[in-house]
């Protein structure tokens, strides 16, 4: 068992920051960063910026130049041995030198999977794997996914009161006319992940009485994830403002879409949620974030299908208001339990994430 001392750690966070950069843009590649370090000294940078481009060791041996011979590469995912939209980093990083080789996780691509690691060491080059991991697992949670389960990893998050409620249900109606759960630092947390995620799944419970944009607000160079409208029984209308061009509608066989088709959305049919979940696999949606609607929620909630959670509350109290969840009454015994609790204190908010399901490693 390697024993992690710190220089190796740190590094490898500056890989995942730059990893972090390609979150959201990379699928149904992985977000991937690498850095350099010679002496102790940073000599190269580089992320995966999109499917098609080259990957992160590239950019970093770029910047590098001769001063990655002998030097140290620090990578969030194994480099690949595969010839595939690029030739392999492996090849590359034994081409300009490097004599070791610290990698985060393995990677479950069939096509790489541990031949990455091989073909470095068969080079002569000294290779550490696992730094940093749990680390890395959740930033490429989606791509592992979507290798190992050819579906999105999908992450519940709502916001409630301190009596569980995630709306008022006075006649002002929900959504920000009705006043926010959460306070501005809550918010731009969401807005955050917005960035990071593919797809923002809403029911059409939450279109109708909402007509919510689901835009990514107030994030610099921030981009829009692709709305995922589950709409089983054709309720929402055509001019909803999230029914657009990269919008999906989820809906069940035999419905007439063709207005919303027309509006630019691209529909899909389901007649369970793992179905649609498959369906989005295809359509290479790596993490889909759910955001609305306690029928939604529920329905995948009870079907196994929710992988994280991330709960906001906010201290106020409501008395009557809307659920987060519906689902059939269970026995306490079979409550979902999060693993891996963690709490964060946002504001006047408390953050809790944690997760249903493992993040699938080889
Ligand atoms: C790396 N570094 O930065 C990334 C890797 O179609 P390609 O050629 O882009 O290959 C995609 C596969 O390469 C992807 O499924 C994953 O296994 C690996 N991604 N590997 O060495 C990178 N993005
Ligand atoms: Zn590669």
């Known amino acids: 068992m390697y024993t992690e001392h710190p220089p190796d750690t740190e590094y490898m966070r500056l890989a995942l ?3 972090a950069r390609g979150m ?3 699928s149904p590649n992985p977000p991937v960063g690498c850095v350099i370090v010679r002496d102790g000294q940073v000599v190269g940078r580089g992320f995966h910026p999109r499917a098609g481009e080259p990957h992160a060791e590239v950019f970093a041996l770029r910047e590098a130049g001769e001063y990655a011979r002998g030097a140290t590469a620090y990578v969030t995912l194994e480099p690949c041995s595969h010839f595939g939209r690029t030739p392999p980093c492996a090849d590359a990083l034994v081409a300009a030198g490097v004599s070791q080789v610290v990698i985060a996780a393995l990677d479950p691509n069939p096509r790489v999977g541990g031949q990455g690691a091989s073909r470095l060491r068969e080079a002569g080059i000294e290779v550490i794997v696992g730094v940093a991991e749990e680390e890395a697992l ?11 389960r050819a579906r999105p990893w999908v992450i519940y998050k709502y916001a409630m009161t301190l009596d569980g409620k995630v709306a008022a249900l006075d006649a002002s109606g929900r959504g920000e006319a009705n006043g926010l759960v959460t306070g501005l630092a809550s918010r731009a947390r969401v807005m955050a992940w917005r960035n990071e995620v593919d797809g923002i799944a809403v029911g059409s419970g939450t279109v109708i009485t909402d007509d919510p944009l689901l835009t990514t607000r107030g994030v610099e160079g921030g981009r829009d994830p692709r709305p995922v409208v589950f709409d089983g029984q054709g309720r929402t209308s055509a001019s909803a403002r999230v029914i657009r061009p990269g919008a999906v509608v989820v809906t069940a066989p035999g419905m007439d879409m063709s207005r919303h088709e027309a509006a630019g959305a691209q529909v899909i049919y389901a007649t369970q949620p793992s179905e649609a979940l498959a369906e989005l696999g295809r359509l290479n949606f790596s993490t889909l974030f759910v955001e609305g609607g306690p029928t939604l929620a529920g329905s995948l909630l009870d079907a196994g299908l929710v992988d994280e959670v991330r709960a906001f509350v906010a201290p106020k109290l409501l008395g009557a208001g809307l659920n987060p969840l519906t689902a059939p009454v269970r026995p306490m015994h079979e409550a979902q ?3 891996d609790v963690t709490f964060e204190s946002l504001g006047p ?3 809790i994430r944690g997760l249903l399901n493992d993040i699938p490693r080889l």
């Open 349 to 351: 908010d408390l953050l």
């Open 17 to 19: 920051n730059e990893a």
């Open 24 to 26: 959201g843009r990379t």
């Open 337 to 339: 339990v999060l693993r």
């Open 138 to 148: 959740r930033q490429q949670a989606g791509f592992r996914s979507l290798v190992m």
